[in-house]
């Protein structure tokens, strides 16, 4: 496993563009399975859950030819429909599979998933709406299995809680349902509008985007289509926030501002020197920044994706923050990590405390989870002395490597293969 080096008292000069979305990536990659005609992608990140998902696909049979600027994926002939414990646990993500191999083909078989360690990260919401639409799901040896008579019929499916990959799941399977689905209360993030698009490109009818009430009608078949990936605006908020950090000017360009309308609001308020426009962010230096008080929420709301970055932010302005974790359990991983650079943070139940004025001095630390990775990284850029941050498989699963991304910008980051 490998290891970071990183010196602090860091500076970042100049612009980033930013990366295709790993999140809108996944299940796009995923919903090629509902086809068996050729799937043109472009803007696909060079992250590590975006090769385990090829790899995924590969096993049972697709074809994906890498061309200069895309992907092209063939799924004609899919000989293998189970997938299987050891790329799953990687990948939470995996459990997308369920609905388009269901309504392709009518059976499906999966290891129960893992990824990040958040909390108990169930996935009965997927299997009740799939259930919904005809699938009937039993448990075996740690796989789930599912099946469908003939084929999938369209239904009213109210999810008890917006789920992003449960929202996925549905809209993919009820594109090839017969007639009509409704899905209520569907997540309304970027990425599944993202999917929605490219799922529309293919020939499926799809309306409500982006919206609590998604309506499809159910088609035989789906054709031939390109589509160009979203970028990826965790990734943009995770180097606006890490500039403001290191109280540099610098530009993110490349990715729709609109999508990250919840993070610009909090940055201002907490007196960040923001100019905003449609594709691009320049962050100019401050020198007083202020506390501010945060829920994470589902799309529109604050994401729980920057809620870690954030935090890292919160530690070093001025008076005490707050940072309320409503979407995962046990989302705080990150938390003892950052005590160690010399936050000072204390939690109750889903509550951080965050006290503020705080310098970051380098430290031995542990990467936990994906996001809360990348906040270690923005704390070990601005903390007096030397990082080191063990474990850094979870940080390549969703950011193109960072010694060479933030790397290039003028920090030194060292990377210590194990
Ligand atoms: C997706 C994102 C992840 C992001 C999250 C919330 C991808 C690949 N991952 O994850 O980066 O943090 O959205 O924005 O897009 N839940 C259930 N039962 C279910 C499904 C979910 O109880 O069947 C719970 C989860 O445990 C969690 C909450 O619902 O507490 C949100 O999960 P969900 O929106 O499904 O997140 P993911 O799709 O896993």
Redesign the pocket.
């Known amino acids: 496993m490998d290891k970071l080096i990183i010196s602090g008292n860091s500076k970042i000069n100049g612009s980033i563009n930013v990366h295709g979305s790993?999140?809108a990536a996944?299940?796009i990659l995923v919903a090629s399975l509902l086809s068996d005609q050729n799937l043109t992608l472009s803007n696909i990140p060079k992250v590590d859950d975006i090769n385990n998902m090829q790899k995924l696909l590969k096993g049972f049979g697709s074809k994906i030819k890498i061309n200069k600027n895309s992907i092209t994926i063939n799924n004609r002939n899919i000989k293998n429909i189970s997938a299987d414990y050891d790329i799953v646990r990687k990948m939470?993500?995996s459990v997308l599979i369920l609905g388009p191999l269901l309504a392709r083909f009518g059976y499906s078989k999966i290891s129960l998933p893992g990824g990040c360690a958040i909390?108990?990260?169930?996935?009965?919401?997927?299997?009740e709406g799939l259930s919904k639409l005809g699938a009937t799901f039993k448990i075996e040896n740690g796989f789930v299995i599912g099946n469908v008579n003939n084929r999938l019929k369209g239904s009213i499916i109210k999810l008890p809680?917006?789920?992003?990959?449960?929202t996925?799941n549905i809209l993919m399977a009820s594109t090839l349902a017969e007639g009509q689905t409704i899905i209520k209360q569907a997540?309304m993030?970027p990425?599944i509008e993202d999917l929605g698009k490219c799922l529309i490109s293919m020939g499926a009818k799809i309306e409500g985007l982006g919206t609590k009430k998604i309506i499809v009608e159910g088609v035989k078949s789906l054709r031939e289509a390109k589509h160009n990936i979203i970028s990826d605006r965790i990734v943009a908020g995770t180097y606006i926030i890490l500039a403001i950090m290191l109280n540099s000017k610098f530009h993110v360009k490349n990715f729709n501002t609109n999508h990250l309308l919840s993070v610009i609001n909090i940055l201002r308020k907490m007196n960040c020197n923001l100019k905003v426009k449609k594709n691009s962010v320049r962050i100019f230096p401050s020198s007083n920044l202020k506390s501010a008080k945060v829920t994470t929420k589902?799309?529109p709301g604050f994401?729980?994706?920057l809620q870690a970055q954030l935090m890292a932010l919160m530690c070093i302005v001025d008076g005490n923050s707050q940072i309320q974790e409503t979407?995962?359990?046990n989302r705080f991983m990150h938390v003892p990590e950052l005590n160690r650079l010399g936050a000072k943070i204390k939690l109750l139940k889903d509550i951080a405390y965050i006290k503020g004025g705080q310098q970051f001095k380098g430290a031995q630390v542990m990467a936990s989870d994906l996001r809360a990775s990348v906040s270690l990284v923005l704390a070990a850029l601005c903390a007096e002395g030397q990082t080191v941050i063990n474990r850094v498989y979870h940080l390549d699963r969703g950011y193109e490597k960072v010694e060479k991304g933030i790397g290039i910008l003028g920090p030194k980051i060292k990377r210590i293969k194990i």
């Not at 909390?119 to 997927?126: A, E, L, S």
């Not at 809680?161 to 449960?166: E, H, K, L, R, T």
């Open positions: 790993k999140n996944l299940p939470r993500a909390g108990t990260r169930p996935i009965d919401i997927h299997l809680f917006p789920s992003v990959g449960a996925e997540a993030e990425e589902p799309y994401p729980t994706d979407v995962f359990e």
